[in-house]
């Protein structure tokens, strides 16, 4: 079976759910939903197509990498040359738009299955070739991520867009209730699946052999941006500085606003808070498995990773209300639930959590054996194939 990926080739949910198909037969093809990306170090064993100016790192050889356009020229490696060439088609009228780019490899591979990972750039990029293709049209799955419809469903430039690609998508892929709930108020009259997460399961590691309120790192996803609120979760902290001097305060994922944000902390507090700049996926795990709280807080969200990486590790998760969080923590018991831009009530749920080491080893408890169960990587893999050899794909190819 021939699967084209839409999708944001360096993203790491990309990658994860893209790995569940290595060694079970399929002909994996991506395409980026955006210019001038390459792909993520963890993809291997697929057909990238490119055009051959945007890739900046060196062709991996379990990779094939194919060209869309002026394929005689790949040779060139030079970056220069390649920002030349790139100039020069786009100063000339030449450059193809993305929707073009992605119509011609529809036509030249002949996919199976085409499958949009996120909406905002790989779900409308569909939408849009759709419109403009005649005759059969390869079975199209959507897979929902995070704010996709929760936050841009409510602005009024997205509502006809998200419209418009929902009445053509044949199968629709959520985390959760909530965005097959917003999905069908969109329009959307396919099957729908749920898997607990963007990027397929987990290969649950060891955890630390030390009580998780015994640990003393509290981690604090770090952004300020349009959803994002790290400057609250800044601010409940700096409200609680008085029982925190045990605490080492860990914030990653981080950008100029709260890095500046952290600086003003340490004048008005004394304390400094570590900044990580970047932080893969190990990385986090391990981080979680030696911290006692995870606060993540946005405006809006899908099932946050940074919060199945805490329960998974046992870090204690304060998550906004905003998320799926609700359809994996229970409030004051496995988790804190709390309004994303309201720093009392943040601050009286890292007060009452690291007050209560029983709750917080309980939880821990839990929330790891939920995640064994719902994300279990081998179930999830079987679950994932499944859907892809299913009847209802047979069907649209039959």
């Given at each position: 079976?021939?699967?084209?990926?839409?999708?944001?080739?360096?993203?790491?949910?990309?990658?994860?759910?893209?790995?569940?198909?290595?060694?079970?037969?399929?002909?994996?093809?991506?395409?980026?939903?955006?210019?001038?990306?390459?792909?993520?170090?963890?993809?291997?064993?697929?057909?990238?197509?490119?055009?051959?100016?945007?890739?900046?790192?060196?062709?991996?050889?379990?990779?094939?990498?194919?060209?869309?356009?002026?394929?005689?020229?790949?040779?060139?490696?030079?970056?220069?040359?390649?920002?030349?060439?790139?100039?020069?088609?786009?100063?000339?009228?030449?450059?193809?738009?993305?929707?073009?780019?992605?119509?011609?490899?529809?036509?030249?591979?002949r996919p199976?299955?085409?499958?949009?990972?996120?909406?905002?750039?790989?779900?409308?990029?569909?939408?849009?070739?759709?419109?403009?293709?005649?005759?059969?049209?390869?079975?199209?799955?959507?897979?929902?991520?995070?704010?996709?419809?929760?936050?841009?469903?409510?602005?009024?430039?997205?509502?006809?867009?998200?419209?418009?690609?929902?009445?053509?998508?044949?199968?629709?892929?959520?985390?959760?209730?909530?965005?097959?709930?917003?999905?069908?108020?969109?329009?959307?009259?396919?099957?729908?699946?749920?898997?607990?997460?963007?990027?397929?399961?987990?290969?649950?590691?060891?955890?630390?052999?030390?009580?998780?309120?015994?640990?003393?790192?509290?981690?604090?996803?770090?952004?300020?941006?349009l959803v994002?609120?790290?400057?609250?979760?800044?601010?409940?902290?700096?409200?609680?500085?008085?029982?925190?001097?045990?605490?080492?305060?860990?914030?990653?994922?981080?950008?100029?606003?709260?890095?500046?944000?952290?600086?003003?902390?340490?004048?008005?507090?004394?304390?400094?808070?570590?900044?990580?700049?970047?932080?893969?996926?190990?990385?986090?795990?391990?981080?979680?498995?030696?911290?006692?709280?995870?606060?993540?807080?946005?405006?809006?969200?899908?099932?946050?990773?940074?919060?199945?990486?805490?329960?998974?590790?046992?870090?204690?998760?304060?998550?906004s209300d905003?998320?799926?969080?609700?359809?994996?923590?229970?409030?004051?018991?496995?988790?804190?639930?709390?309004?994303?831009?309201?720093?009392?009530?943040?601050?009286?749920?890292?007060?009452?959590?690291?007050?209560?080491?029983?709750?917080?080893?309980?939880?821990?408890?839990?929330?790891?054996?939920?995640?064994?169960?719902?994300?279990?990587?081998?179930?999830?893999?079987?679950?994932?194939?499944?859907?892809?050899?299913?009847?209802?794909?047979?069907?649209?190819?039959?």
């Open positions: 079976m021939k699967i084209l990926f839409v999708a944001l080739p360096y993203s790491i949910h990309t990658a994860r759910w893209i790995s569940q198909l290595n060694r079970n037969g399929f002909n994996v093809h991506v395409f980026s939903s955006m210019m001038g990306h390459d792909l993520h170090d963890a993809i291997s064993g697929v057909t990238f197509h490119e055009n051959f100016f945007d890739r900046t790192k060196p062709a991996k050889s379990e990779n094939t990498y194919s060209s869309i356009a002026l394929q005689e020229l790949s040779f060139i490696t030079a970056p220069i040359a390649k920002k030349v060439i790139r100039k020069t088609l786009s100063v000339a009228g030449l450059a193809k738009s993305r929707a073009l780019l992605l119509k011609a490899v529809i036509e030249k591979i199976d299955i085409i499958h949009s990972l996120e909406s905002q750039h790989a779900g409308y990029l569909v939408s849009e070739v759709r419109q403009m293709s005649s005759g059969n049209f390869p079975l199209w799955i959507h897979s929902n991520w995070g704010i996709d419809l929760h936050f841009f469903g409510r602005l009024q430039r997205h509502v006809p867009l998200l419209s418009k690609m929902l009445s053509m998508v044949d199968v629709f892929i959520t985390e959760g209730k909530r965005d097959e709930v917003l999905a069908r108020k969109f329009g959307f009259k396919g099957t729908t699946f749920t898997f607990p997460s963007v990027g397929g399961g987990f290969n649950v590691p060891a955890v630390p052999n030390v009580q998780p309120s015994q640990r003393r790192k509290i981690l604090v996803k770090g952004t300020q941006d994002r609120r790290n400057l609250v979760a800044i601010r409940a902290l700096e409200r609680c500085v008085d029982i925190l001097a045990d605490y080492e305060i860990v914030l990653y994922s981080s950008n100029e606003i709260t890095q500046a944000a952290a600086e003003l902390f340490y004048h008005s507090t004394g304390k400094k808070i570590t900044i990580l700049h970047e932080v893969s996926q190990l990385q986090m795990l391990e981080l979680n498995g030696n911290a006692i709280l995870n606060i993540c807080v946005n405006m809006s969200d899908g099932v946050p990773n940074a919060m199945l990486e805490a329960m998974m590790m046992g870090a204690f998760p304060v998550q905003t998320s799926l969080a609700d359809e994996w923590v229970e409030h004051g018991k496995t988790g804190m639930i709390v309004p994303p831009e309201d720093p009392d009530v943040i601050e009286k749920a890292i007060r009452t959590a690291l007050s209560n080491p029983e709750l917080i080893d309980a939880a821990a408890i839990i929330n790891r054996q939920a995640i064994i169960e719902r994300l279990n990587y081998n179930n999830t893999q079987n679950a994932v194939v499944n859907m892809y050899n299913g009847e209802l794909i047979k069907r649209k190819r039959d």
